[in-house]
């Protein structure tokens, strides 16, 4: 399905990572990968699911450092010439701000969360778009808590309400160029970014609990989501935000 076609994931680091999942599921439709990882501390985690998934990029990445963006599209454009997809699996709030109440958030906090979590996603559009010479596809990762209030999502249900905004506008804006623009909800997954959620135990066990199925998805599950998004199959779709939370959000 995604044979020719060629990706840049962001966000992979671990193998328990959504980054991760679909970007196996990518490569195993035939698709070619460029990935970033954060750091050189990240690094040998991300190397090796790099390596099993045959990525021909492996590329450093911290979006808070000045010109960072740049330098991987720029070798993307070197390497390929062009570009087919982007995933944007990357979010962050700082911890003291998180875990408090949206109204004491700090204004440093609330604006670093939004660049990173927001903000790069639109630089990557910016980035992506004229590699995108034949159309392409966007995805970025969101949560139930963007809608509805979350117990202990806090800062982050705001932040990534926004993120569900830029989908819509980023899609209104680049649909003349045959590129769509999609953000995926998940359900709560036990990934390490997850770790950072205060009583996070609490939202799988609601996810289990209030479900339909009275479970929770997998990476593999949004993986395959991701790859029918990024393909051709999707064509008519475009600034949707796509549950793949196992029916939860259906439930009062």
Same mark, same amino acid.
């Not at 399905?1 to 490569?27: D, P, Q, T, W």
């Not at 699911?49 to 990525?55: G, N, R």
């Not at 963006?69 to 720029?74: A, G, K, S």
């Given at each position: 399905?995604?044979?020719?076609?060629?990706?840049?994931?962001?966000?992979?680091?671990?193998?328990?990572?959504?980054?991760?999942?679909?970007?196996?599921?990518?490569?195993?439709?035939?698709a070619e990968l460029?990935?970033?990882y954060l750091n050189?501390?990240?690094?040998?985690?991300?190397?090796?699911?790099?390596?099993?998934?045959?990525?021909?990029?492996?590329?450093? !990445?911290?979006?808070?450092?000045?010109?960072?963006?740049?330098?991987?599209?720029?070798?993307?454009?070197?390497?390929?010439?062009?570009?087919?997809?982007?995933?944007?699996?990357?979010?962050?709030?700082?911890s003291g701000d998180?875990?408090?109440?949206?109204?004491?958030?700090?204004?440093?906090?609330?604006?670093?969360?939004?660049?990173?979590?927001?903000?790069?996603?639109?630089?990557?559009?910016?980035?992506?778009?004229?590699?995108?010479?034949?159309?392409?596809?966007?995805?970025?990762?969101?949560?139930?808590?963007?809608?509805?209030?979350?117990?202990?999502?806090?800062?982050?249900?705001?932040?990534?309400?926004?993120?569900?905004?830029?989908?819509?506008? !980023?899609?209104?804006?680049?649909?003349? /160029?045959?590129?769509?623009?999609?953000?995926?909800?998940?359900?709560?997954?036990?990934?390490?970014?997850?770790?950072? $959620?205060?009583?996070?135990?609490?939202?799988?066990?609601?996810?289990?609990?209030?479900?339909?199925? /009275?479970?929770?998805?997998? $990476?593999?599950?949004?993986?395959?989501?991701?790859?029918? !998004?990024?393909?051709?199959?999707?064509?008519?779709?475009?600034?949707?935000?796509?549950?793949?939370?196992?029916?939860?959000?259906?439930?009062?």
């Open positions: 399905m995604l044979k020719g076609k060629r990706g840049l994931v962001v966000g992979v680091s671990n193998e328990h990572s959504i980054a991760y999942g679909c970007a196996a599921k990518f490569r195993g439709f035939g460029a990935l970033t050189e501390k990240a690094k040998p985690f991300v190397a090796p699911l790099a390596a099993q998934i045959e990525s021909k990029l492996l590329l450093p !990445l911290d979006v808070e450092q000045p010109g960072a963006l740049e330098t991987v599209f720029e070798a993307i454009a070197k390497e390929w010439g062009r570009l087919d997809f982007v995933l944007h699996s990357i979010a962050f709030a700082p998180l875990h408090g109440r949206l109204v004491d958030s700090s204004r440093e906090g609330f604006e670093q969360a939004m660049r990173v979590s927001v903000h790069s996603f639109i630089e990557m559009a910016r980035l992506a778009e004229p590699l995108m010479t034949e159309g392409g596809a966007l995805l970025t990762m969101s949560y139930y808590g963007a809608e509805k209030v979350v117990n202990h999502y806090n800062m982050m249900g705001p932040v990534k309400a926004a993120l569900e905004s830029t989908t819509r506008y !980023l899609a209104a804006e680049l649909a003349a /160029k045959h590129i769509r623009v999609y953000a995926l909800s998940p359900g709560p997954i036990r990934t390490r970014a997850a770790g950072g $959620i205060a009583d996070f135990n609490e939202l799988v066990d609601m996810a289990e609990s209030r479900g339909p199925g /009275k479970r929770l998805v997998d $990476i593999a599950e949004i993986g395959r989501v991701a790859a029918f !998004l990024v393909g051709g199959a999707a064509s008519g779709m475009t600034g949707d935000t796509i549950y793949v939370d196992a029916g939860l959000h259906i439930m009062a």
